[in-house]
Nanobody
Framework: QVLVVESGGGLVQAGGSLRLSCAVS????????MGWYRQAPGKQRELVASITRGNIANYPESVKGRFTTARDNGKKTVDLQMHSLKPEDTAVYYC???????????????WGQGTQVTVSS
């Protein structure tokens, strides 16, 4: 069984930093793009970072220069380092992995359970 599990998050003051981690467990054939999404109350889920197998990362303008993502293909992990946090960054953050589970399988989206990040002003 393939699982995606996040850790980290919590409460931080504005201007502070937090680090989120995500690990894929279980046997998989390949993990393609991995990403971090967030969803604030009453808002749609939005992408905050993505990174390809070749370590090409992309960020929306709202977090560019403040958030950094990195992955370890051997350990099947991806991290999100967040700096200069703002109250508007408050949301539940989700890890996403596009996984091909077996040699004969097709790519599917796997999601973590989410972790709360709260930034106080």
């Amino acid at each position: 069984q393939v699982l995606v599990v996040e850790s980290g998050g919590g409460l931080v003051q504005a201007g502070g930093s937090l680090r989120l981690s995500c690990a894929v467990s279980g046997s998989v054939f390949s993990i393609n793009t991995m990403g971090w999404y967030r969803q604030a109350p009453g808002k749609q889920r939005e992408l905050v970072a993505s990174i390809t197998r070749g370590n090409i990362a992309n960020y929306p303008e709202s977090v560019k220069g403040r958030f950094t993502t990195a992955r370890d293909n051997g350990k099947k992990t991806v991290d999100l380092q967040m700096h200069s946090l703002k109250p508007e960054d408050t949301a539940v953050y989700y890890c996403n992995a596009k996984i091909v589970p077996t040699l004969w399988g097709s790519e599917s989206d796997y999601w973590g359970q989410g972790t709360q990040v709260t930034v106080s002003s």
